[in-house]
Structure formats: C-alpha cells, structure tokens
C-alpha cells in the first residue's frame, strides 16, 4: 500500500470515519495511478483501497493500478461496494461534497441504506498539497516543457496573427514537447483584451504596439505546470512599459520572500503592497497565487483571504502578481515555485524582463 493511502487510512481513523468514498478524477489518479476518465474509489480505515471502473478500462487497469489497489469492472459500482459488503449497514463513509452533485448524493443515498454518510472537508487536498520530491521533479518537468514553449512561441509571434492561432501553436507545442495535453484554456489577450485576467484566446488579431499576455500551462504524470508571460509587439507605449515594470518588481519581491511559516495572506501582501505603492492597487483585483499540482487550482490560498493558510515545505504555489487598465492594456507575470525550508525554488525558468518582438 503506497504511503499516500497509509496516510489516508489514518486520516480517516482520526475523523471516526470507517471509509472515504473519492469521486475527483485527479484525486483517483493521485491515489491510485489510475488515469482514465472514469470510476469511482473507496478506501477504508483498515486500509483496503478498492477502485471499480466499467469495462472500457479493463485493460487500463491492470497496467496503471499501484499496488495495494483492488480493480473491480462493474457498471453499479455503489451496489457492488453493498453486496461485497465492504459497504455496509451501520458504517460512516465518508464523501467529497465539493465534487459530489446532489443528484449523485441522492443515488448514493439510495445505495448505502443505513450507511451515515459524513462530509470530509478537504481531507484528500490536506494530503496532495505537501508534494514529495517526485511530484515537484513531475511539476519541474512540466514546467520545463512550459518555458521551452514560450520559448518557441516568441519567434512564431507576428503582427497580424490571431491570439487563437497563438493558443494553437502553443498547445501544438506543448504536445510536441512532451506534455500530456493543456493543462487549462490557453490565454492570450493582446492589446486592450490584456486588461481581461482571464481573457481567453479570441479571433482579435494581433497588432504592432501591443502588449500579449500568454497564461498556459503543460502536464506530465499528471501534475501541471502554469506560467504567464507579458512580451511586446513592436515598442509598447510609456504606460504599458511603466506597468510592466511594477508588475515584474512586485513579482520579483513576492519570489524573493516566499517561505515557510508565512501565511498566504502575508505573501500576496507583499505583492499588493509594490503595486499599491505605485498607484495601481485597484487594478490588482485578484489573488498573487495559489497551489499548484494534480489541480491548476489547488490550496493555499495566496490572497487576501490566506490569513488560515501557512506555507510549508513541498508546497507548489504560483507568484503572479499583475495590473489591468480596464480598455487599454494589462501586464501579468506568473512563475511557480515550491517552498522549501529557507524559503523558495523557482521551477518556471524563463526570462521575465520585457521582451519586444
Ligand atoms: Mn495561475
């Protein structure tokens, strides 16, 4: 049984819970190895880890299962747990209500007669957010494939072309690279759609004189990178270079004092803090950062809101500080770091002063 599931197990004896049942996808591949699109897992306070997919991925599993997990194909999976009797009358299981719909609820209701169903909070994101040396290596790897596409990407880059186009070459890269797909939809806002945090590539073409911001990420063993780059087409104007500037000095500084035993509301502090300085704390409405691994969003929490959540060793989080003038432009400059005992690694390697094509 691997040392993710021992933990689990515990866990599960500390909250008087005799099973978890785990729907998330990512959580299922995190647990088990399986990486399909498909199943459902249930692992007890004894320590057994039984997964039941459905025929499609016979196969799969017995190639992809670590060992200690059990591989069930059966269409009723809920029914199966019952009549095996892993599942029975009396028992606390456990469920994920962040990812549980009500109509799932209601069927497992259904299913688990007399079985006290109980909330498990973030029990398996408690787990997956202090990353082991192989999952960081997983992330780097990403990372790595990431920064060789932005690479790329700035020789590909013309006045004229569609940000979709971009969002394409990016993706075609990555794939190229290694990368097992997007890790989200890609971002590529140019010129006034800059000023969109989350403006995704659109048919607007390109022009000379605007800023891009690319924000995309790659995956390997299924763990994501993510970065955000700004670059200029041609000379940018005074306000666009200014605020690029105070971006990259406040991204520069949340880097530098990223480390354990602060908060995350201490971290995205020191963000906030060079931008607001400069004049521009209104046009920073989101969080610095946030956790980074099986899920591109994952805790803690980098914000405003991070007061409960204290950095620690082999967390993954994002620094990406930026500012957006609503119709004119935006800057934004992500890198992912782990936290270490004395304070970070930078696994993004790729340049972040200006760059103008
Ligand atoms: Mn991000």
Known sequence: MSNRLTQLSDQLKEASLDAILITRLT??????GFSGSAGILLVTSAGRAVFI??????EQIAGELLPGVE???????YQRLVADGIVAPGMSVGFQETYVTVAALEGLKKAFRRVKLEKTGSMVEDLTMIKTDSEVASIKKAADMAAKVYKEIL???KPGMRENEVAMEISYLGKKFGSEGDAFGIIVASGARGALPHGRASTKKIRKGEMVTLDFGCIHNGFNSDMTRTFAVGKPNDEARSIYDIVLRSQIKGVAAARAGMTGKELDDV???EIAAAGYGAEFGHGTGHGLGIDVHEGPGISFRGEGQIL??????????GIYIPNRCGVRIEDDVVITGNGCRVLTRAPKDLIII
């Open 155 to 157: 020789a590909i880059v």
């Open 27 to 32: 959580h299922i591949r995190y647990l088990t």
């Open 53 to 58: 997919t459905d025929f499609r991925y016979q």
């Open 71 to 77: 591989g069930i194909i059966e269409p009723a999976p």
């Open 312 to 321: 620690k060793p082999g967390m993954v989080v994002t620094i990406e500080p």
């Open 271 to 273: 963000c906030r803090d």
